[in-house]
């Protein structure tokens, strides 16, 4: 069990790797360190006259897939929602291109690695919860520039199998831009297979990048800002007494008795359920933004974070900002542990156990506690 938890926790980085080896070997095999390009296989054999065109292509292709795997590795690292996006529709690309080799030997020694990964990536999928705004419109403006760009460069090299002939770029890229953009003028048109396979191939990925980069925009952006103009307004009294705590084991519970007695409103959020008798209740991710949403943020006037895992809270502070930035934060963790937490935006840091070793301090030395905490002190020493 807490091997599965440590792989869960860390599945992140894991992933990251392999999608860093994915792309390292595909830039080889775009330099032609290790062997032929991409698609070298059936389709090359459609047309004799393009063979030369096509056999850059591929190698070209293979080289653009292995930067860009490269690249997303590291939002990976970062638990980037946006890289899991578009690493898993650059996975699903570059298996489909490896199903079209010529050698089936080659194709599944290729392509499985790559299916393996695929779905270890679609079942970790949930660690991938950080909706940065600046990455994920730096990620989006990189594949956006990447499909073009792979349009533009195939059309080009391909260009003889155009009619009329495309020999310089800047009518490649108008070709590319026109076909994503779904125009479609007709003044220049693929004649043979393969070209038509490499439109049809370019149209359908640039149409799922294109629809990925939209979702992420939005839901990072402009999602969180709509829900809180169509939302109905709260009234005064909730606004003015929800508080939403996160996290499970003894000081969350403690904190959430505390509420109790006190006759706070209060949700419980926990990864693992409530945890605990809570008027309200919730289960999910802190720092996943559907499941901060579901537990009513927007309309929490704090949340406290009593959680162990310091990443987990960082993250969690960054969802709660993103969502509704108004509703302060207060951070329970250790001293050392502050200036992360500060940079994430927390609004107030408190380190409980910090506390509790000044209250031992005062009991051993005889100094008189507050009288709202001699109920937690039975006995005397002498």
């Not at 705004?133 to 990447?146: D, F, K, M, Y």
């Not at 800047?170 to 004649?191: E, K, N, R």
């Not at 926990?270 to 991710?285: F, I, L």
Request: proline share 5%.
């Amino acid at each position: 069990m807490r091997h599965i938890r440590a792989l869960r926790r860390h599945a992140h980085l894991l992933l990251a790797a392999l999608i860093l080896a994915v792309g390292a070997v595909n830039i080889l095999f775009g330099l032609n360190v290790l062997g032929g390009g991409l698609v070298d296989g059936p389709l090359a054999q459609f047309d004799e006259g393009l063979t030369e065109g096509f056999a850059a292509f591929g190698r070209s292709g293979q080289l653009g897939f292995g930067v860009a795997l490269v690249l997303l590795a590291g939002g990976l690292a970062l638990r980037l929602r946006s890289a899991w996006a578009f690493s898993t529709l650059c996975l699903i690309a570059l298996l489909a291109a490896n199903l079209l080799r010529g050698d089936r030997h080659e194709a599944l020694v290729l392509g499985a690695p790559v299916l393996l990964i695929l779905a270890v990536l679609v079942l970790f999928r949930n660690a991938f919860d950080r909706q940065e705004i600046g990455a994920n419109i730096i990620i989006a403006a990189i594949s956006l520039a990447a499909v073009l760009g792979f349009a533009t460069l195939g059309t080009y090299l391909l260009g003889q199998g155009f009619t009329p002939v495309v020999a310089d770029l800047p009518t490649a890229l108008y070709f590319s831009v026109m076909t994503l953009a779904t125009v479609g003028y007709g003044d220049i048109v693929p004649v043979t297979p393969t070209t038509r396979m490499f439109t049809v191939t370019f149209l359908v990925f640039g149409l799922g990048i294109f629809a990925t980069a939209l979702t992420t925009l939005f839901s990072s952006t402009v999602e969180p800002r709509l829900q809180r103009v169509l939302a109905p307004k709260s009234s005064g009294a909730a606004r003015h007494g929800r508080v939403i705590l996160v996290g499970q084991g003894p000081l969350a519970n403690s904190t959430a008795a505390e509420f109790e007695r006190r006759k706070q409103e209060f949700v419980r959020l926990s990864a693992v359920g409530p945890g605990g008798p809570t008027p309200d209740a919730a289960s999910g991710r802190p720092s996943e933004v559907s499941d901060l949403q579901r537990a009513g943020v927007a309309r929490a006037r704090l949340v406290i974070l009593a959680g162990d895992d310091v990443a987990d809270n960082e993250r969690a502070v960054a969802a709660v900002k993103l969502l509704a930035p108004d509703v302060r934060v207060l951070a329970l963790a250790a001293p050392e542990h502050f200036a992360r937490l500060r940079r994430a935006k927390a609004d107030l840091l408190f380190a409980p156990t910090a506390a509790a070793g000044r209250l031992v301090a005062q009991l051993a030395e005889g100094e008189p506690l507050e009288p709202s905490m001699r109920d937690l002190v039975v006995g005397e020493l002498p």
